[in-house]
C-alpha cells in the first residue's frame, strides 16, 4: 500500500509539474504574440496605406488591408528628383561611413587586444572617457564649421562618425575572447608581420562581430537627418531623412510631382498617400539586408553570454 501510494502521489507530481511547464508556455506565448500584433500592426499600416487610395489615407478608411489599391504613391516619389537624390546620398554617405567605421574600428581595437601593447590600460581609458565627455554642440559645430570648413561638404557627415569607441570595444572583447593567443603568435613565429596577421587571420575570423558592426552603424547612418539637416544647406546634398522630414514634418513636397494627378485626387490626399510611400522606400534597404547579416548577427550579439 505504501509504494502504491508513492506511486500515486509521485504521478500526480509529475502530472502538476507538466501542467504548471505548460501553462508557463501558454501564458508566454500569449504575451509574445500580443507584443508582436503591436509591434507588426504599425508596420502592416504603413505598407498597406502607401498602396491604397489617397482619399481613403487621408479620410481614415485604412485599417489593416489597401483599400482601392493604388502605385500613384509609389510612382509619384519615384518621379520625384529630390527625393531619389536623397536616397543616392544616404546610399552613398552609408556605405562609405561603414566602411571606414569598420576599418578604423578594427584597426584601433586589433592592439588594443594585444596583451603586450604598451600602455594599454592608459589607451583603454582613454577611449572609454570620450564616451563620457564631449564637447557639445556648439563646440562641434564651431570645429566642423569653422576650422575643419566643411559646412556644405559631404565629409561633414562622413568624418566625425567614422569611428566609434563603442565598435572599438565591441570588436576588441570578440577578439580577445575568441581568437587564441596561440594563433597569432604562431603566424608571428613564422614570419608574418602585424598587418598580416590582421588581414590574414583577425579579419577573416572576425567576421560575426563585424557583420553587427556594419548592421548597427548603417542602421545609425541611414535614420540620421540632425547632422545634414544642421551642416547641409545644398539640397543637392541632402540625406533622404532630411528629405522626409521635409515631406513629413513641413509637407514641402515638389509642385512638379503633384502636376499630373490633380485631376484624380486633391492635393492633401496626394500628400498623405506619398508620406506612407517614402517611409516604405526609406525603410526597404535596411530590410533587404537584414537576411544576409542575419547569420552573423546572431552569432556576433551572443558574443560572451556561453562560455565555453
Known amino acids: 500500500m505504501t509504494l502504491q501510494n508513492n506511486n500515486e502521489k509521485t504521478n500526480k507530481s509529475k502530472w502538476r509539474n507538466g501542467w504548471d511547464d505548460k501553462s508557463f508556455n501558454i501564458i508566454i506565448m500569449t504575451i509574445l504574440i500580443f507584443m508582436l500584433l503591436i509591434v507588426l500592426y504599425p508596420l502592416i499600416f504603413v505598407v498597406s496605406s502607401s498602396f491604397s487610395d489617397g482619399r481613403a489615407v487621408m479620410t481614415g478608411r485604412v485599417v489593416l488591408w489597401p483599400v482601392n489599391p493604388t502605385l500613384e504613391g509609389y510612382a509619384a516619389v519615384f518621379r520625384?528628383?529630390?527625393?531619389?537624390?536623397?536616397?543616392?546620398?544616404?546610399?552613398?554617405?552609408?556605405?562609405v561611413g561603414v566602411v571606414l567605421n569598420?576599418?578604423?574600428?578594427?584597426?584601433?581595437?586589433?592592439?588594443?587586444?594585444?596583451?603586450?601593447?604598451?600602455?594599454?590600460?592608459?589607451?583603454?581609458?582613454?577611449?572609454?572617457?570620450?564616451?563620457?565627455?564631449s564637447g557639445g554642440m556648439i563646440p562641434r559645430?564651431?570645429?566642423?564649421?569653422?576650422?575643419?570648413?566643411?559646412?556644405?561638404?559631404?565629409?561633414?557627415?562622413?568624418?566625425?562618425?567614422?569611428?566609434?569607441?563603442?565598435?572599438?570595444?565591441?570588436?576588441?572583447?570578440?577578439?580577445?575572447?575568441?581568437?587564441?593567443?596561440?594563433?597569432?603568435?604562431?603566424?608571428?613565429?613564422?614570419?608574418?608581420?602585424?598587418?598580416?596577421?590582421?588581414?590574414?587571420i583577425i579579419v577573416p575570423l572576425s567576421k560575426p562581430?563585424?557583420?553587427?558592426?556594419?548592421?548597427?552603424?548603417?542602421?545609425?547612418?541611414?535614420?540620421?537627418?540632425?547632422?545634414?539637416?544642421?551642416?547641409?544647406?545644398?539640397?543637392?546634398l541632402f540625406p533622404l531623412q532630411v528629405v522626409l522630414r521635409?515631406?513629413?514634418?513641413?509637407?514641402?513636397?515638389?509642385p512638379e510631382m503633384m502636376a499630373d494627378i490633380r485631376g484624380a485626387v486633391n492635393r492633401q490626399a496626394m500628400q498623405h498617400l506619398v508620406k506612407y510611400a517614402v517611409i516604405v522606400v526609406s525603410s526597404a534597404p535596411l530590410l533587404l539586408a537584414y537576411p544576409f547579416v542575419q547569420r552573423h548577427f546572431v552569432k556576433g550579439i551572443m558574443l560572451g553570454s556561453v562560455k565555453g
Open 246 to 254: 521635409n515631406i513629413l514634418i513641413l509637407s514641402n513636397m515638389d
Open 141 to 200: 559645430f564651431l570645429l566642423i564649421a569653422d576650422t575643419l570648413g566643411l559646412m556644405d561638404n559631404p565629409l561633414a557627415l562622413i568624418l566625425p562618425g567614422m569611428m566609434s569607441v563603442w565598435y572599438v570595444i565591441l570588436i576588441r572583447t570578440y577578439i580577445s575572447s575568441s581568437i587564441p593567443d596561440e594563433l597569432t603568435e604562431s603566424a608571428e613565429l613564422d614570419g608574418c608581420s602585424a598587418i598580416g596577421v590582421l588581414w590574414r
Open 102 to 133: 569598420l576599418i578604423m574600428g578594427i584597426l584601433a581595437a586589433f592592439p588594443l587586444s594585444r596583451k603586450d601593447l604598451v600602455g594599454k590600460r592608459f589607451l583603454n581609458l582613454f577611449f572609454i572617457f570620450t564616451m563620457f565627455f
Open 209 to 236: 562581430i563585424l557583420a553587427v558592426i556594419a548592421l548597427f552603424c548603417g542602421v545609425a547612418i541611414w535614420n540620421s537627418y540632425f547632422d545634414g539637416f544642421i551642416f547641409i544647406r545644398d539640397g543637392r
Open 80 to 95: 520625384n528628383n529630390q527625393i531619389m537624390i536623397g536616397f543616392r546620398n544616404s546610399l552613398i554617405y552609408t556605405v
